[in-house]
């Protein structure tokens, strides 16, 4: 069974970092192309960017709103990924969502709650 | 503004067909592939239609999606209680280089 289980969000002050990470198991991490997706607070779904596998460049890519302050990484070994954010501002307040795609079915965390907020 | 347009909100009686539109664009639902997403109330989004029409295990067959030119469409027949949620399409765009969401739309079982 594929699981996804974000962690490490909380209250930051703006301006301010976090790392996001996401535990993956039940599936060939490596193999699989991985999204980041926010939600604010009664609003709908955004995407933040995505990390292609390895074997297809290990490439990044990143929405407009966080390019230049968010970075997406992988670690196929712990089959981890994370979401550096820095310099962060009150409108990326959001539930931050990890996907994976596994044979063009993308599977959903839980998501973790991050709140920039003095 | 999202990238991909949908109507706010949508209603129907148990037991109705209901459709829900996906406007897009050339760069995006035109030449890449839509997918559909089910978000029950407090709960994390589900996959229900990939590939434009393709459903994964486990989603029922009351679920349908087309796609034509550029716009692409959800169905659902049969409708029932617990299919009160927000319907999200989404789609690639090549212009953007970034996944383009639809606003989402509500779907109220009167």
């Known amino acids: 069974e594929v699981q996804l289980m974000e962690s490490g969000g909380g209250l930051v002050e703006p301006g301010g970092s976090l790392r996001?990470?996401?535990?993956?198991?039940?599936?060939?991490?490596?193999?699989?192309?991985?999204?980041?997706?926010?939600?604010?607070?009664?609003?709908?779904?955004?995407?933040?960017?995505?990390?292609?596998?390895?074997?297809?460049?290990?490439t990044t890519d990143?929405?407009?709103?966080?390019?230049?302050?968010?970075?997406?990484?992988?670690?196929?070994?712990r089959s981890t990924l994370?979401?550096?954010?820095?310099?962060?501002?009150?409108?990326?307040?959001?539930v931050y969502y990890c996907t994976a795609v596994v044979r063009d079915i993308d599977y959903w965390g839980q998501g973790t709650l991050v709140t920039v907020s003095s | 503004q999202s990238v991909l347009t949908q109507p706010p909100s949508a209603s129907g009686t148990p037991g109705q067909r209901v459709t829900i539109?996906?406007?897009?664009?050339?760069?995006?639902?035109?030449?890449?592939?839509?997918?559909?997403?089910?978000?029950?109330?407090?709960?994390?989004?589900?996959?229900?239609?990939?590939?434009?029409?393709q459903r994964p295990s486990g989603v029922p067959d009351r679920f349908s999606g087309s796609k034509?030119?550029?716009?692409a469409s959800l169905a659902i027949s049969g409708l029932r209680?617990?299919?009160?949620?927000?319907?999200?399409?989404?789609?690639?765009?090549?212009?953007?280089?970034g996944r383009a969401f639809g606003g989402g739309t509500k779907l109220t079982v009167l």
């Open chain 1, 62 to 77: 990143y929405a407009t709103p966080v390019k230049g302050r968010f970075t997406i990484s992988r670690d196929d070994l």
């Open chain 2, 68 to 71: 034509s030119g550029t716009s």
């Open chain 2, 21 to 53: 539109s996906c406007s897009g664009s050339s760069s995006n639902i035109g030449s890449n592939y839509v997918n559909w997403y089910q978000q029950l109330p407090g709960t994390a989004p589900k996959l229900l239609i990939y590939r434009n029409n």
């Open chain 1, 20 to 58: 996001l990470s996401c535990a993956a198991s039940g599936f060939t991490f490596s193999n699989a192309w991985i999204n980041w997706v926010r939600q604010a607070p009664g609003k709908g779904l955004e995407w933040v960017g995505r990390i292609k596998s390895k074997t297809d460049g290990g």
């Open chain 1, 82 to 94: 994370y979401l550096q954010m820095n310099s962060l501002q009150t409108e990326d307040t959001a």
């Open chain 2, 81 to 97: 209680s617990e299919d009160e949620a927000d319907y999200y399409c989404a789609a690639w765009d090549d212009s953007l280089s």
